[in-house]
């Protein structure tokens, strides 16, 4: 089994920062893609930010030049760095990765971490 659990969440001010973490750990062979959802309420998820096993990235163009994605391949653990918030980032923000345990690749979801911003 593998399991995905992030951590970082909390409430913060408009324009501060946050730096959500995630941590694959269970049956892995190899960690492809990872990267980070968010949904707020009401609203369908969407992809906020993914990096490939080989370090390219993309971002939705709400957060471009404010968020930056980064991992750690030794450890598992896939970074958000959150500069500069805004009240419209407020979201339950989800952990996402592509595995292979040794048979095939299934793509995993973490439980989210709440990100809540103040005005």
């Known amino acids: 089994q593998v399991q995905l659990v992030e951590s970082g969440g909390g409430l913060v001010q408009s324009g501060g920062s946050l730096r959500l973490s995630c941590a694959a750990s269970?049956?892995?062979?190899?960690?492809?893609?990872m990267g980070w959802y968010r949904q707020a309420p009401g609203k369908q998820r969407e992809l906020v930010a993914r990096?490939?096993?080989?370090?390219?990235?993309n971002f939705v163009d709400s957060v471009k030049g404010r968020f930056t994605i980064s991992r750690d391949n030794a450890k598992n653990t896939v970074y958000l760095q959150m500069n500069s918030l805004k009240p419209e980032d407020t979201a339950v923000y989800y952990c996402n990765a592509d595995i292979f345990g040794g048979t095939t690749t299934i793509n995993y979801w973490g439980k989210g971490t709440l990100v809540t911003v103040s005005s």
């Open positions: 269970g049956s892995i062979v190899s960690v492809y893609g």
């Open positions: 990096i490939s096993s080989g370090g390219r990235r």
